[in-house]
């Protein structure tokens, strides 16, 4: 994943500072925005957003109020160059100003003025700010953006409101009532640009976190109207529950408890002491027994140690197949314990688990030595 400094860099708010020079000049005007881009050095992505955004405010002219930035950035858009990562601060501008303003009309002017940015890179962590200002509010005009002729503002309404949109501020009211969104994610999930079903997909999935009823059967309910694409899309938005062993979610997507004659075996460690250097190297063998075929969504369990020495487990997916009668299905994984950023490791014991829709079998342990 690229660095902080190399989306929002000096560089690119250089440019920003030139291009702002070139379309609203005069060029002295953009001096606190050329002197933000001095000062990113050890900022976070979204701090540097906020600092650029600042500056962005205070060269404006009349004031930094919404009306000369609408003005300014709408301008702005006649000029090629004004995309990319510069567009997060400025978006992010566009959103404090119209939320601020108390002129009629600013608030829906501003979500006007995010679509009109949002394909030079997006407007998806700006739409917070007014989804905290005003959740219904905005969501009557984000509906109205599922009918655009551009993808990228499609995927903005799904994209921007999403519960639990990675990198961006949260909005406690989509959490509190996921069902508010579920009218956009009814218009867009049939939509012909993948990108936008993604979105969708991934929205989906979110709320299942808050509310598994709602996601599956929303999910049903499209299922019933299913297009070409709508298995794949319901596959994806289902994904988080299917480690969880929802079974709702599970007979959704056609995963049935494992049968008696599912002969599973394993898993089998190619050790039982793994380093950081190392990797975790395990197999399974499935076999049906059985007189039918069978559908089986295989993941597997890793029971992580804490540092107060109990363990939490964590799903990873291994496959989905369908195992015909009298067929065998073997599997090998590999499974690092390298530091992260996002996980930290602890020594002693820790345990692996095979699931297969939903039912855990054949424990091993295993000691990890850091």
């Known amino acids: 994943m690229p660095t902080a400094d190399e989306l929002i860099s000096p560089d690119s708010i250089e440019k920003l500072a030139r291009v702002l020079g070139t379309t609203a000049g005069p060029a002295s005007r ?28 205070q060269d404006l002219p009349g004031s930094g109020t919404y009306t000369a930035a609408a003005e300014v950035f709408r301008t702005a858009l006649t000029d090629p ?42 407007g998806e962590f700006a739409l917070r700010t007014f ?6 509010r905005t969501l009557r005009t984000v509906r109205t953006w599922t009918g655009s002729a551009d993808p990228a503002v499609r995927r903005l309404a799904s994209e921007g409101t999403r ?51 709602l996601a599956v059967s929303t999910a049903r309910r499209w299922s019933e109207g299913a297009t070409a694409t ?32 599912l002969v599973i075996t394993g898993p089998e460690l ?35 140690r804490k540092a107060n020495g109990s363990t939490a487990p964590r799903v990873f997916k291994l496959t989905t197949r369908t195992l015909a009668p009298g067929r065998r299905l073997a599997l090998e994984r590999r499974h690092s314990f390298k530091p992260i950023s996002t996980r930290r490791h602890y020594p002693g014991a820790h345990a692996l688990e095979i699931q297969i829709n939903g039912r855990r079998s054949g424990k091993a342990e295993f000691i990890v030595d850091l």
């Open 30 to 57: 953009w001096s606190a925005v050329r002197e933000s881009a001095g000062a990113l050095g050890p900022l976070a992505l979204s701090e540097r957003a906020r600092a650029v955004r600042d500056a962005l405010i």
């Open 230 to 261: 709508t298995p794949a899309l319901v596959k994806h938005a289902m994904r988080t529950l299917i480690k969880q062993a929802d079974a709702q979610a599970l007979d959704l997507l056609g995963f049935a408890p494992p049968p008696a004659d």
């Open 81 to 122: 160059g004004f995309s990319g990562w510069m567009i997060w601060p400025v978006t992010e501008a566009v959103a404090v100003l119209a939320v601020d303003s108390a002129r009629p009309g600013d608030f829906e002017d501003g979500l006007t003025l995010l679509a009109a940015l949002t394909p030079r890179l997006t």
């Open 131 to 136: 989804l905290n200002a005003d959740t219904d």
């Open 270 to 304: 190619r050790s039982t002491k793994v380093t950081q250097v190392d990797e975790l190297v395990f197999g399974v063998d499935v076999f049906n027994d059985g007189p039918a075929p069978v559908r089986l969504a295989v993941d597997y369990v890793i029971h992580y």
């Open 163 to 213: 519960p639990r949109l990675p990198w961006a501020k949260q909005v406690p009211e989509l959490r509190r009532r996921p069902s508010a969104t579920i009218p956009i994610l009814d218009d867009l999930h049939t939509d012909t640009d993948e990108v936008v079903r993604r979105s969708v997909a991934n929205h989906l999935n979110d709320i299942s976190r808050l509310d598994p009823v």
